[in-house]
T-cell receptor, first 108, second 115 residues
Framework: KNEVEQSPQNLTAQEGEFITINCSYS?????LHWLQQHPGGGIVSLFM???GKKKHGRLIATINIQEKHSSLHITASHPRDSAVYIC??????????FGKGTKLSVKP | EPEVTQTPSHQVTQMGQEVILRCVPI?????FYWYRQILGQKVEFLVS????????KSEIFDDQFSVERPDGSNFTLKIRSTKLEDSAMYFC?????????????FGPGTRLTVL
């Protein structure tokens, strides 16, 4: 069983749509990351959360520690948001465990 | 803005050969990591490094792998005798003070192809 589960695996949206990507985890964590992986392979850190909610531009990330669940929202989606979005959790010992990622495609 | 760099961007090698992947972490960071991503699969943790020694390693990081910080700037991953299944993208990352809860900054990756 994967310790970090993401849904959906693939997501196609029209430009302007509101997007939600979900992440559930089963281990004790000290923090959760949302990462963006571009088609070329590079990984960019979007958020690191240990509680509550964070916002950066059109991106919003929330985490519910009790329910072991996090969501990444994208408002007013744009084709340049097309990428793989990865949820990764810091186990209490420190190393990251990654989800399989959600491939987002935003159509103009 | 400081960034993690990796060289080479792409390495092609013959099975059984040794390869060294190089990383330059962000200069004031204290924790260093290597991850790999086999094509089409999720990113996997290999090893973390702090204070000139391995702090944690995964089952993947067997005796064929080693890491080193040979000077004050470089952080290297060596694979002694490459296998076909070592073909993957290898990412280096670094973080600042708190290993358990500090943002990690990733390099652009090295694509290793073992023939």
């Amino acid at each position: 069983k994967n310790e970090v589960e993401q849904s959906p695996q693939n997501l196609t949206a029209q430009e302007g749509e509101f997007i939600t990507i979900n992440c559930s985890y089963s281990v004790g964590i000290s923090a959760l990351h949302w990462l963006q992986q571009h088609p070329g392979g590079g990984i960019v850190s979007l958020f690191m959360l240990s509680s509550g909610k964070k916002k950066h531009g059109r991106l919003i990330a929330t985490i519910n520690i009790q329910e072991k669940h996090s969501s990444l929202h994208i408002t007013a989606s744009h084709p340049r948001d097309s990428a793989v979005y990865i949820c990764a959790v810091h186990r209490s010992q420190g190393n990251l465990i990654f989800g399989k990622g959600t491939k987002l495609s935003v159509k103009p | 803005e400081p960034e993690v760099t990796q060289t080479p961007s792409h390495q092609v090698t013959q099975m059984g050969q040794e390869v060294i992947l190089r990383c330059v972490p962000i200069s004031n960071h204290l924790y260093f990591y290597w991850y790999r991503q086999i094509l089409g699969q999720k990113v996997e943790f290999l090893v973390s490094f702090y204070n000139n020694e391995i702090s944690e390693k995964s089952e993947i990081f067997d005796d064929q792998f080693s890491v080193e910080r040979p000077d004050g700037s470089n952080f290297t991953l060596k694979i002694r005798s490459t296998k076909l299944e070592d073909s993957a993208m290898y990412f280096c990352a670094s973080s600042g003070i708190n290993r358990g809860g500090s943002e990690q900054f990733f390099g652009p990756g090295t694509r290793l192809t073992v023939l």
